[in-house]
């Protein structure tokens, strides 16, 4: 099948490149890049010299969309919402790893992205794309919103607890924290090396554009409308985030208990990996893979709960769980070229 990307030179198309190069039902077709129109992928990265033989190109989507049948977004938000409604409406399915169609309420959008949301007509027909809890819709979306990397790590730990009611859903504090890849590839003072080397940070505390992403996600899923607090750090690590999630329990609960009853719960999961009592995960232990990895611990004393889930950013928090989402959509195998073991150490 032939697909493209659009976007073709941030942190999740290198990505995308890496794990479609080696995917056995996808040809890589074009890369899209205004900026780059007319250069080599090498020339840009030079460790993709197998795939050099790439030249990038602009957008024009009358022509995409006789070549292609599939087309990543790997773009900023406030891109995609106005390119995916020509695609789509000439047969072209859109994975977007953006945030242009993963909110539902068009007020939010403005607050949390300081511009309009897409068409109504559209966002509509767009499917968030969790595979662990939207599989079925997954299958026939045209429009995949691809869940943000935050969103990802925070409610693959809470989901199964918020699920199965045995927590108090209105205390979920959540202390995440990301590597610098996270900030995307343009230059910003914010992880200039002097700034970041030997720093760990708080940032955007209460504005967060992630806020509503995670909100809207488990309020669906405990079928009332749930707030949190959400507190995103920046530590000095390329790759790697470490969602640790504070909630009170219902009742008491060993860790043995709750780890069985989240074991149980991703069974037919293949990505996410649920650690043993007195395991907790590390960023380095997801590094470069799709999985993420979770960690109890159930503390008696205080009767909360501590999650801690791990993955790694650009991958299970963009480009792989697009890759993922992809073979859920054309009714391959879910683990199709992603397959691999983390990079360690």
Partial sequence: MDVAIIGGTGYGAVELLRFLHNHPHVNIKKVISHSNSGRDLADVYPHLTEVADIQMSALEVDTLAEEVELVFFATPSNVSKNVIPSLVEKGVRCIDLSGDFRLRDGDKYQEYYGEEMASQQYIDKAVYGL??????????????????????????????????????????????????????????????FSEMNENFKAYKIGVHKHIPEIEQMISERAEEELQVIFTPHIVPMTRGIMSTIYVDLNDQYSTKQLL??????????????????????????????????????????????????????????????????????????????????????
């Fill in 131 to 192: 595979p662990e809890i939207n599989k079925e819709s997954i299958k026939e979306a045209s429009i995949l919103a691809n869940p943000g990397c935050y969103p990802t790590a925070t409610a693959l730990g809470l989901i199964p607890a918020v699920e199965q009611g045995i927590i108090d859903k209105k205390s979920i504090i959540i202390d995440a924290k990301t590597g610098v890849s996270g900030a995307g590839r343009s230059l910003s003072l914010n992880v200039h």
């Fill in 260 to 345: 069985d009853i989240y074991q149980s719960y991703y069974k037919d999961h293949p990505f996410v990996r649920v650690r043993p009592e007195g395991v907790i995960p590390a960023t380095k232990e997801v590094y470069g893979s799709n999985y993420c990895d979770i960690g109890l611990y159930a503390d008696e004393r205080t009767g909360k709960l501590i999650i801690v889930s791990v993955i790694d950013n650009l991958v299970k928090g963009a480009s792989g769980q697009a890759i993922q989402n992809m073979n859920i959509m054309y009714g391959w195998d879910e683990m199709t070229g992603l397959d691999q073991l983390p990079i360690f150490p």
